[in-house]
């Protein structure tokens, strides 16, 4: 702090000078600029990244979606029971093998009830009923148990959901290697039905599976479903298994 002494009226009275309350902020343009910098860099690294995560994003689509072309398969299982009754579950198996000698990218099976009422129906296992007005005209003439399907051997739910709600997705599968996909089904309408199957290499439509003979994959189930509910019981399993006949007797 400076101090003096100034005349009045004959008297030195002291005087001070007060220091400055900082020293003056020399901005320098150099400075501005190189923060500038930094942003256009930061900028441009994250412009970079998302780059790298979208092509990261479509190679995993394309992967997903398989190289378009024909995928070699053949179906070593397709059961489900010709002849069931109203309330009655079983179990719809089909296993598909990998012949070929390219890995498939995601196999697919798309489940449908034959029929123009069966086309229309957003349900795997469902018809739409006709009547015009109705809120909801999807019909079940099976119902899907919860967690299902799975793959044969595991506890595991398998066949991840799609856009299509008739279109399980199994995963890839190696050549050579085998998936078996395990639907517990419920019958509810009582009727004649065919369910059709086809089978997919991928999710776009390009990547076809075909049998030995380049003919699309697939198959067909024929099922009627009678009026007579079946005389069944729980298991201490969980399982629901039909009543033998001389048990039904002796029980009487």
């Known amino acids: 702090m400076a101090k003096g002494y100034r005349t009045a009226g004959g008297l030195e009275t002291p005087w001070y000078v007060p220091p400055a309350l900082e020293e003056p902020v020399s901005?320098?343009?150099?400075?501005?600029?190189?923060?500038?910098?930094?942003?256009?860099?930061?900028?441009?690294?994250?412009?970079?990244?998302?780059?790298?995560i979208a092509a990261c994003g479509e190679s995993s689509k394309t992967s997903e979606e398989g190289a378009p072309g024909n995928y070699s398969v053949k179906v070593v299982t397709a059961e489900f029971p010709p002849k069931q009754r109203l309330g009655e579950t079983s179990l719809m198996r089909i296993g598909v093998r990998n012949a070929g000698d390219r890995a498939m990218p995601a196999l697919t099976l798309?489940?449908?009830?034959?029929?123009?009422?069966?086309?229309?129906?957003?349900?795997?296992?469902?018809?739409?009923?006709?009547?015009?007005?109705?809120?909801?005209?999807?019909?079940?003439?099976?119902?899907?148990?919860?967690?299902?399907?799975?793959?044969?051997?595991?506890?595991?739910?398998?066949?991840a959901e799609t856009a299509n709600e008739k279109t399980f997705d199994f995963g890839p599968l190696d050549p050579g290697a085998t998936t078996e996909a395990v639907w517990k089904l419920s019958a509810v309408r009582v009727g004649d039905f065919t369910v059709l199957y086809s089978i997919g290499a991928g999710l776009n439509g390009e990547a076809k599976a075909v049998t030995g003979g380049g003919v699309r994959a697939g198959g067909t189930f024929a099922a009627r479903i009678s009026e007579v509910p079946p005389n069944t019981v729980v298991t201490d399993s969980g399982a629901v298994v039909e009543i033998p006949k001389q048990q039904r007797r002796g029980s009487r």
């Open 27 to 52: 901005i320098h343009p150099v400075r501005v600029w190189g923060r500038r910098t930094l942003r256009g860099v930061a900028g441009a690294a994250v412009a970079a990244l998302a780059l790298t």
């Open 110 to 159: 798309t489940v449908s009830i034959a029929g123009k009422e069966g086309r229309e129906s957003g349900l795997p296992f469902g018809i739409r009923d006709p009547e015009p007005g109705l809120a909801q005209p999807d019909r079940p003439v099976w119902v899907l148990a919860e967690h299902y399907p799975k793959l044969a051997g595991s506890s595991e739910p398998g066949g």
